[in-house]
């Protein structure tokens, strides 16, 4: 039986595919290759097409065993989406809509989906836990959580059982060097860095130094994209074995700040990183880092990348070796 | 400028479409004909089709000057809702999201939504008030929930104001005599208890007598559908004078108890209505009622005919004179 990774041909997306390949799973992709990138997949079937397409869903539900589905597919850009609602409610909860349609229909009842710490909003206090309230603060993060909502639905009244993953920034690179980050455009801290590096961009933009942390910056939670991917693929195992729905934050616990990103890059790529302090930005709280305790605890996770030199390093071998990413924009 | 009805042809869509007219707008009507009755449109300008499909919604928002919208078109069956979610996030949640996309296409920016009490779920206490926590216990009222924080989004970013009315059960029919209550299935106590006295029903089933109520039956909150109109438009008047988005629960305060609704029916019709009564139903609770000192002290709403005789006066008046409804089944 295979794994149907939604999004597979994205950032998280490839490494998830990568690291179920590893470990001899088979794999079948749903990507519309918007935003994803075919060079990315080591592997794996790959059905070029979107989620609210139900033609092409049902194809894949009839050619292939699907066992469980790990679901990627959504537009991801915060700013965006408090552009064009519209676009963040199609794409995000009315696509996971039909993706659940369609494996009600070919009865699939598993589902691990990529959330997000953009479900809590601005945190009530620091690390956030899974039961804090949840009340997002932009139109990411409502879907996001309005797709979790869903599931509960369809698991209460079709069985259908989920885990949930929220957590705030996916970084680095795959150990292969083969894969990394290429988003167009680059909104993330340490892909902008590194460009930066590159002289590809004039200087690194810090938002505000006079925050009250120990050195006046942001303080952000970052995960290595494959100790996301480790993750997801933990909870396929946890819903195998019969557990039933949950929800997991994936974060580190302490965090790094924006000033602490940018020494790190300089010291492992031995380059010159020009900063630009500019104004706050509006709605940038402080701290935002969650714990992940009971992802510890329950799914036996143990981020073994959680060292900010090991992320950017690997990060940097990426973006060193592909200075243009999977190719010309 | 004229207003666009939603769900028009539907039992309160009809008295609202009904109260428009009566009040000198000019009203356009979608509705699929699916569950609404044509016979049940006493004017305005029918478009027969689907809030899913964005062709004819652009058509209709391109051929009028629509100045807000009442949106009542839904699925609104919590027991279907519990088999089939799939059909409810497709009608309530998605449709929605089309008719928003419409808007604000078209630059509509004002828009009244038949929302629900069940959004609250179990109620923390009773009356409930809108500020008391949501929490619904079926999905349809996690559909309506949905449309109402979709609907709070699509005002932050693109300025569209809403008014979301929360209510129980319409019940009565219009004083015309001309439009009444037809639903198929008919899931409603009023009509059912109707029925039983036109001898169309063997018994009306109450589901528990032991409850801790005054006469051991359930007490629920019916507000006349006419009531129900007037508070729509006050709503539209609401939104035309500037005023922000809000949610106003539509309650009768006291509510009425099954055995009550009964006794007055057979008082009203003079005819005898065999009760069967049952195990209660799991998920029942004793009392629903909702507060509407809101809604009276900013919409200015009094409900005038908020009598339990009057609304079965009123309601008996179209039954028995439309012992079919709006015709064979």
Redesign the interface.
């Known amino acids: 039986m295979a794994i149907l990774v939604t999004g597979g041909a994205g950032y998280i997306g490839s490494h998830t595919v990568a690291e179920l390949l590893d470990r001899g799973e088979e794999v079948v992709v749903l990507d519309s290759l918007v935003t994803g990138h075919r060079e990315s997949l080591l592997g794996g079937k790959l059905y070029v097409g979107d989620l609210r397409d139900k033609e092409i869903l049902a194809k894949l539900f009839a050619e292939n065993d699907i066992e469980a589905v790990i679901h990627f597919a959504a537009s991801s850009l915060v700013g965006e989406s ?2 064009d ?2 676009k963040y ?2 794409n995000n ?2 696509g996971t ?1 039909c993706l ?2 369609g494996m ?1 229909k070919a009865g699939v009842d598993k589902i691990v989906f990529s959330s997000t710490a953009a479900t809590y909003g601005e945190p009530e206090k620091v690390p956030i836990e899974e039961t804090d309230r949840t009340q997002p603060s932009n ?1 990411y993060g ?1 879907t996001k959580l ?1 797709m979790e ?2 599931m509960s ?2 698991d209460k ?2 069985g259908i059982k989920y885990v949930a993953l929220r957590y705030f920034n996916a970084a680095g690179a795959h150990a292969s060097g083969k894969i990394g980050e290429d988003h167009r455009p680059e909104s993330h801290l340490i892909p902008l860095v590194l460009q930066t590096a590159l002289k590809q961009r004039e200087s690194i933009a810090v938002f505000g130094d006079d925050y009250p942390t120990e050195d006046g910056t942001c303080i952000r939670d970052y995960i290595h994209v494959s100790d996301l991917a480790d993750a997801h693929i933990r909870a396929v195992t946890y819903l195998r074995s019969g557990s039933g729905s949950n929800v997991f934050n994936l974060g580190n616990g302490l965090g790094f700040s924006v000033k602490e990103v940018i020494e790190t890059a300089k010291e492992v790529t031995g380059l010159d990183i020009p900063v630009a302090i500019q104004e706050r930005r509006a709605g940038d709280p402080a701290v935002l880092v969650a714990s992940s305790d009971k992802a510890r605890s329950v799914l036996g996770w143990n981020p073994s990348r959680a060292d900010l030199k090991e992320i950017i390093r690997s990060a940097w071998n990426w973006h060193s070796s592909h200075p243009q990413g999977y190719g010309e924009a």
């Open positions: 408090m552009k609602p519209v409610y199609d909860v009315y809509q659940l349609e009600q139109v409502e309005t909502r869903m639905w369809f009244v079709l």
